[in-house]
């Protein structure tokens, strides 16, 4: 049997233990140098100042052209023919159909041919005052008066002949076609104005107060991209009986013609809620049973505000009391802050513009 030497392996197991402890060590005091205790809390914070609270009211509105109107020959007869198509563009005064215009032609030139002699007759018959009795001298005036009246008719009739338009505008649609017989009153043609165009609006009692002739408002429509600026030019004097509300009409200009009378859109406006006044999201709005309050930041340490609410806007609130201008409250990590908790500030900025922060 063989001796065993044992020097050699405690050596070793000596070494290999002091070597563990080594390692212990600077472990140890590595932790004690990378894991300080935390100096505070993480939070953001926004230095309020006073603004205009303001509410947006909108409410759903159907567009319509300036000038609607449906253009008809009041005597009727057989359409000449049509002189616009759909779509067409026309001017005040240009010809929109003839509807039997060569019967009144042929009218106005027989009346105006007998008024001619009534009043060469008359002319005759007071030449001869002294050969002609004081009855023929009347009825030669009467009958002088008489033709020039119906000529005067003609001259009328010819001229409703032509259906003309009464305003500027888009023709939206044409109802006859040439060779048709129309009736009287019939209509032509539907002509519409559509620049500008007018948003209707039908309005509370509760938001017509808020409404007010020259003032600018804003509409959108679904199918457009962007928003347009008009002006109310029409508030209702009076409730709709039925529906018990109040028509604001809104003119909005219209050059490119992008806006198209029947479209459905909404008009809102911003009303002012309250002047110079301290709004705030509400999200920054610690609620308790009892109370309701903000952290602000004093000296870099967390400090609890009571505050009275007022106004709801949206997302926003009007900070009645309890907060003034120039205070720093804590707008995100509150949600994990007691009194006197250290800060530590991340961001800051200036509350609010638009309702946002400006950081």
């Known amino acids: 049997m063989k001796p065993i030497h044992l020097a050699p392996v405690l050596g070793a197991l000596l070494l290999t233990v002091s070597c563990a402890s080594g390692d212990v060590e600077d472990a140890q005091a590595a932790a004690d140098i990378t894991l300080p205790d935390a100096p505070g809390v993480r939070v953001e914070v926004a ?59 042929a009218q106005l030139e027989i009346a105006t041919a007998q008024a001619e002699q009534a009043e060469a007759e008359l002319a005759r018959a007071r030449k001869l005052a002294d050969g002609v009795s004081q009855s023929q001298l009347l009825a030669a005036e009467t009958n002088a008066r008489v033709t020039r009246a119906n000529a005067d008719i003609a001259k009328i009739q010819l001229g409703r002949a032509l259906v003309t338009a009464p305003f500027s505008g888009r023709v939206a649609d044409v109802m006859v076609d040439p060779g048709e017989i129309a009736g009287p009153g019939a209509p032509v043609a539907r002509l519409v104005q559509d620049d500008p165009v007018l948003a209707k609006v039908s309005v509370s009692d509760r938001d017509i107060v808020h409404f007010t002739e020259g003032q600018a408002v804003t509409l959108r429509v679904q199918s457009l991209p962007g928003a347009f600026t008009g002006t109310v030019v029409t508030r209702g004097v009076a409730a709709d009986p039925s529906s018990r509300t109040w028509q604001v009409e809104v003119e909005v200009p219209n050059p490119d013609g992008a806006l198209m009378p029947g479209m459905l859109g909404r008009v809102s406006l911003e009303r002012v809620v309250a002047t110079d006044a301290i709004v705030i999201p509400q999200d920054w709005v610690v609620t308790r049973i009892d109370r309701s309050g903000v952290f602000l930041d004093k000296d870099g340490a967390a400090a609890w505000q009571d505050v009275t609410l007022a106004a709801f806007i949206g997302d926003q609130v009007v900070v009645s009391e309890g907060l003034s201008a120039g205070d720093q409250v804590v707008s995100a990590g509150h949600r994990e802050l007691a009194e006197g908790d250290p800060l530590i500030v991340v961001r800051s900025g200036t509350c609010c513009t638009d309702g946002r922060v400006v950081w």
């Open 47 to 105: 230095r309020v100042q006073p603004t205009d609270a303001r509410r947006a009211l909108d409410l759903p509105a159907e567009l319509d052209g300036v000038n609607d109107a449906m253009l008809a020959s009041p005597m009727g007869g057989h359409v000449d023919a049509v002189l616009v198509r759909r779509g067409e563009t026309v001017r005040r005064g240009q010809g929109i159909a003839r509807i039997d215009y060569g019967t009144r032609a």
